[in-house]
């Protein structure tokens, strides 16, 4: 059974503030995908990365995927309350022709004024 | 933007009743799948579909659950049964390609058994 966990769970922070995330697995995965989710609503992509030690920003997201593809980590610069959400991070596997996700036990990140 | 669209959005049903939850995916997708998520846990896996037959599906996925493509748009995730723990959000998802390309999630039903 493929895990992956999520550090923090809940995080708390002043807008303003630099933070990290931090999505670790025993598996390989073909690609790690990180999403948000509002409340209600369905997961939305924010990123894929695919190579071992490949690095992508999203204006003040920065994603990094390990070299070995078993974590990754979503680093946000100078956070605002708009980056308030669940962070999810999901590993790509592939079987035949069947893929799936399998999905992290989430982050809620909280920005305060 | 094109979306996948799910209906309804929130659905109450009695334990032992049937439920079938819709989804239109993107029009020019290929591959689809139902996730779902228990409040306040993680989104799980539940099964995926391709070229009409299921391609892959996961152990909650038991003789209770059946997926459908009835038509050309429609997929469809049907509970035969339904049970108290079967309350959660339910996500579709579908993607264009196989492999690394960005699967487009609904808005969700969720689902409430009483």
């Known amino acids: 059974t493929q895990l992956l966990e999520q550090s923090p769970q809940f995080l708390s922070i002043q807008e303003g503030e630099n933070l990290t995330v931090y999505c670790n697995s025993s598996s390989v995965f073909s690609s790690l995908q990180w999403y948000r989710q509002e409340p209600g609503e369905g997961p939305v992509l924010l990123v894929t990365v695919v190579t071992g030690g490949e690095v992508k920003k999203l204006k003040r997201l920065t994603f990094q995927f390990g070299d070995a593809r078993k974590d990754s980590s979503l680093h946000i610069t100078a956070a605002q309350p708009g980056d308030t959400g669940l962070y999810l991070c999901a590993g790509a596997s592939y079987t035949g022709t069947a893929s799936k996700l399998t999905f992290g036990t989430g982050t809620r990140l909280q920005v305060t004024l | 933007e094109p979306e996948v669209t799910q209906t309804p959005s929130h659905q109450v049903t009695q334990m032992g009743q049937e439920v079938i939850l819709r989804c239109v995916p993107i029009?020019?997708?290929?591959?689809f799948y139902w996730y779902r998520q228990i409040l306040g846990q993680k989104v799980e896996f539940l099964v995926s579909?391709?070229?009409?037959?299921?391609?892959?599906k996961s152990e909650i996925f038991d003789d209770q659950f059946s997926v459908e493509r009835p038509d050309g748009s429609n997929f469809t995730l049907k509970i035969r049964s339904t049970k108290l723990e079967d309350s959660a959000m339910y996500f579709c998802?579908?993607?264009?390609?196989?492999?690394?390309?960005?699967?487009?999630f609904g808005q969700g039903t969720r689902l409430t058994v009483v």
């Open positions: 998802a579908s993607k264009q390609g196989f492999s690394n390309t960005e699967a487009f």
């Open positions: 579909f391709y070229n009409n037959e299921i391609s892959e």
């Open positions: 029009s020019n997708h290929l591959y």
